[in-house]
């Protein structure tokens, strides 16, 4: 991948002082402030469709995070069109399919990165199942591991309305942002993204509007 392609999507490492940047800092104030009551400490971060900005999202808040002296994890639980690995030019050869496997321990599948505290588990291998291995012990038992070794830890899922990956994964983590293309999302398939978080009794921490015409920002946070 190319320089030029990386910058488009990592802006935070790239140019920490853009005002990129300052919004996805912004991102990251806001979110320890809408939820003063308890830790929170697993964002789970999806879409209602393909092409929206999660995972743009998901690897700028996680630079965001680390650049603030966190320990932070980004977990790619995208194991049906994984990105992260391409956003930060890591391998995928084996990753979270291959640790719900048991084909992998997790010190073998968690990858270092350019930007100190932050660590990456890719998702590894396309899996056949996906939203069984979300939903095994396994996976329970590794974000309660995980926990006890990260400050944060960032997960970015399928778009909501395409799998029920994202609404397994929500149920597991103390809060969801959304993120919507201001541009190309109908309110419908944003209230219909909305309503299956909510039966899913997920904490949804609020919404990233991307494409919204405001000066100097590509993204604007809307919190609940």
Known sequence: MSRSTRSVHLITEINPVSPVSEAYKTLRTSIEFSNLDSKTQTIMITS????????????????AYAQAGK???LIDADMRKPTQHHIFRLSNRAGLTALLSHQA??????LTTNVDNLYVLPAGAIAPNPSEMLTSKRMTTLLEEL???YDMIIIDTPPLLAVTDAQIVATQCDGVLLVID???VKKDSAV???ASLERVHAKILGVVLNNVKRSDRESYYHYY
């Open 147 to 149: 926990r006890g070794m």
């Open 192 to 194: 219909k993204a909305k």
């Open 105 to 110: 321990e997790l010190k073998d599948v968690t």
């Open 48 to 63: 209602t469709k393909m092409s929206e900005g999660k995972s743009t999202t998901s690897a700028n808040l996680a630079v």
């Open 182 to 184: 201001s541009g190309k």
């Open 71 to 73: 320990r932070v994890l």
